[in-house]
C-alpha cells in the first residue's frame, strides 16, 4: 500500500526521474571509462550529458523517460564489457541481457528499437 495513495504530488515523480538520472550518470562514466581511461574526457562526457536540455526535459517530464535513459545505458554497458573482455557466457552476457529486454519493454515500447539496433551492432561485432 503506498504511503501517499490518494495525494499528487509532483515530486514523487521528480525523486524518481533523479534517482535514474543519477544512476545513469554514474554509468555514463563507467562505459566512458571502460572506452577511454582518461579523467578530462570521462568528466566532459558526464558534464555533457548533465547539461543537456533534453536530459533536463526528461527529468522534469514526469514520465518514464529517465527510467529509459537508464536502461539503455545498462544494455550499452553489458554490452560494451562483454565485447572488451570478449566473454558472451550466460552469466556475463545472456542473462544481463534478457533480464534488461523485458525490463525494458515493460518500461516502454521505444525500447525495441534500440534493442534491435544494439543485437545488429554485436552481431556485426561478431
Do not use: D
Request: glycine share 4%; net charge positive; charged share 10%.
Amino acid at each position: 500500500m503506498p504511503i501517499s495513495k490518494g495525494v499528487f504530488s509532483k515530486w514523487q515523480g521528480l525523486a524518481i526521474n533523479i534517482l535514474f538520472f543519477a544512476l545513469s550518470w554514474i554509468l555514463l562514466a563507467k562505459i566512458a571509462k571502460l572506452l577511454t581511461n582518461n579523467k578530462k574526457t570521462i568528466l566532459a562526457v558526464c558534464l555533457l550529458f548533465g547539461f543537456s536540455p533534453a536530459v533536463y526535459s526528461g527529468i522534469t517530464f514526469i514520465r518514464m523517460y529517465m527510467m529509459l535513459t537508464f536502461e539503455c545505458l545498462l544494455l550499452l554497458y553489458i554490452h560494451i564489457r562483454a565485447s572488451k573482455q570478449n566473454k558472451f557466457t550466460w552469466k556475463n552476457f545472456y542473462f544481463p541481457v534478457m533480464l534488461m529486454a523485458f525490463a525494458g519493454f515493460y518500461t516502454h515500447y521505444y525500447y525495441a528499437v534500440f534493442l534491435f539496433f544494439a543485437a545488429a551492432a554485436v552481431s556485426l561485432y561478431w
